[in-house]
């Protein structure tokens, strides 16, 4: 969950949950929908761009219409879903899970078939799926993805109707997290061959698991909803009828809306926080998000391609940013300072219960240190045989934090790194997510949120070949650390959890990326709505047991 970035945040990511837009207000008027008919009113900051799970680019609330073997309750815990039960042999590389009697939105059944169905979709690369590279533990999934087996050969089977088996080419930790994940969910074969091309384009191009169903989506439209799945396995405690969502992409209309009972919950912006700090309907609905520059270490023009790869400059520009005057006094954040590319609260050690961030900073890497700076600036200017760099930061012009965020690092590096020009470019989130995937930019800001609770749902994005490194970063001391962990020590819980640490120290001391801020989203929540299930990373919102006083 994805969720996922400030360039190519999915309209999944975040239209299907409550959108990153900002407002905010203290009036607790009643809702224009009375309360006996259990209506959600929410707000959405982007258009959906498709409903099929297997080509998503985020599944922040899509646990709403769509389910899996589990389902994400309070806190992360694992919760009933699809399957009665799921066990693992004792080496955890074969996993069974026994299905319910469930049936889809069109009142066909769920079966196991229907789980290796979606599965095999996923990976066929003319699917052209965002996240087919979680199916890589998969027996066969990497080949498959690369287009070197046929997709009948993923580790899947159907034993029977209501038991399916996976295969795995290794124990890997977080699986039974990752099977609560909405892309790991069952799809109608007979639904995508009925549809075709459509399928997944309009809300009637479409067949739902979940508590609720998705209408009147026409795949451009700025007004859907979800109304209750009468065909769902546990409808009975389903309360809301109806979650209609409206596209607010201006904060202050937002803020509008809100104050005059049109919505029922709405984030705050960066400048609207800082007014509504003791409101008592604030809360704390923050997602393990990470801001971060990216650097494009294979970059088309050749001078910048050697700039970008100095160790030494890379470095300066990091001890440039003073971090905690960005997070909390620019961008009004509460979180603490930044440690490395994981952010805090996402996953703690099994052993000591220690959390990951507190493990993974190394000194004079992400501090703010200018005298350092200056100092590795010129020995990379000396080591390039310049002295002037011109560099240009792609960033997207439809986040509040990006746009503000852009202009302080500008101040900050050129004040700092004598012979710097910074060169901004702010486009449209969808313009600026195809420039990254092409390689067309010498530094980006970036977003990435967390899709399950474990350090290597943020470790495997700088990894050699995974989908997302748009920048290729590729260490080998840092790729040997992550396959180490994800491969070698992929049993043993401590030695895999020392791996990733050492893993992301390697990447602070090399700077293949350069943490920024991990983002806080506070959201005011009018007091009649009750039951919002909030999770830091994976399906981020489930109304499933939500209702209206």
């Known amino acids: 969950m994805k969720i996922r970035n400030i360039l190519g945040l999915s309209a999944v990511a975040v239209a299907l949950g409550v959108g990153l837009t900002a407002c905010g207000s203290k009036n607790n008027s009643q809702s224009s929908n009375d309360a006996k008919t259990q209506t959600l009113n929410l707000a959405a900051s982007t ?32 919760t009933p879903g699809l399957a009665t039960k799921g066990y693992s042999s004792k080496d955890g590389k074969t996993w069974t899970f026994k299905l319910r009697d469930a049936k889809f939105s069109d009142g066909s059944p769920i079966t196991a078939n229907d789980f290796v169905y979606s599965w ?22 990497d080949a498959i993805r690369s ?20 295969h795995l080419t290794k124990p890997v930790a977080y699986f039974k997290t990752l099977m609560a994940y909405p892309l790991f969910g069952p799809q109608s074969e007979a639904a995508v061959k009925k549809y075709g091309d459509k399928y997944g384009t309009n809300s009637k ?102 700039i970008i790869n100095n160790d030494n400059i890379r470095r300066a520009i990091s001890l440039s940013i003073n971090r905690s005057v960005l997070s909390q ?44 700076a200056k100092q590795l600036w010129n020995k990379g200017l000396k080591e390039l045989g310049v002295k002037n760099i011109s560099l240009n930061l792609l960033t997207s012009n439809e986040n509040a934090n990006s746009t503000v965020a852009t202009q302080y690092l500008k101040e900050q590096l050129e004040s700092n790194l004598s012979g710097l020009t910074l060169n901004l470019t702010s486009v449209p989130s969808k313009i600026a997510s195809q420039r990254e995937q092409s390689g067309d930019f010498d530094i980006s800001l970036d977003t990435w949120g967390g899709d399950f609770n474990d350090p290597i749902t943020f470790l495997q994005i700088p990894q050699r070949g995974t989908s997302y490194n748009y920048g290729k970063y590729d260490s080998k001391k840092y790729n040997d650390l992550v396959n180490k962990a994800e491969n070698v020590d992929s049993n043993d819980a401590g030695k895999r959890w020392q791996d990733l640490v050492n893993a992301s120290k390697e990447l602070n001391l090399t700077q293949g990326v350069s943490p920024l801020f991990q983002d806080d989203t506070y959201y005011l929540k009018q007091p009649k709505v009750e039951g919002v299930i909030h999770n830091t990373a994976g399906t981020q919102w489930s109304y499933k047991y939500t209702y209206i006083k």
Request: proline content about 5%; glycine content about 8%; cysteine-free.
């Open 329 to 372: 006094k620019v961008l009004y954040l509460k979180s603490d300072p930044i440690t490395g590319f994981v952010p805090k609260g996402l996953a703690r050690d099994p052993e000591t219960g220690k959390d990951f961030a507190d493990q993974q900073g190394v000194k004079d890497t992400l501090d703010y240190n200018p005298k350092l």
């Open 205 to 306: 191009y479409m067949v739902y698991s979940g508590p609720f169903k998705m209408i009147n989506w026409n795949g451009t439209g700025d007004k859907w909803a979800y109304v209750k799945n009468n065909q769902y396995w546990d409808k009975k405690v389903v309360k809301l009828n109806r979650i209609n969502y409206s596209l607010v992409s201006n904060p202050a209309t937002s803020l509008n809306l809100y104050n005059q009972g049109s919505i029922d919950i709405t984030p705050l912006a960066t400048d609207q926080l800082k007014n509504y700090q003791n409101d008592p309907n604030l809360k704390d609905y923050s997602y393990s998000m990470i801001s971060y520059l990216r650097y494009n270490f294979n970059d088309k023009d050749a001078q910048k391609k050697a």
């Open 147 to 166: 287009g070197k087996m046929n997709p009948d050969k993923l580790g899947i089977e159907a034993v029977d109707k209501h038991t399916v088996k996976i």
């Open 47 to 78: 258009r959906l761009d498709t409903i099929d799970i297997s080509k998503a680019g985020g599944y922040g609330s899509t646990g709403n219409v769509y389910e899996s073997f589990y389902r994400l309750g309070e806190k992360g815990s694992i």
């Open 120 to 141: 095999r979709r996923t990976v066929t690369p003319s699917t052209k799926a965002q996240y087919a590279y979680l199916f890589n533990a998969v027996k066969n999934g």
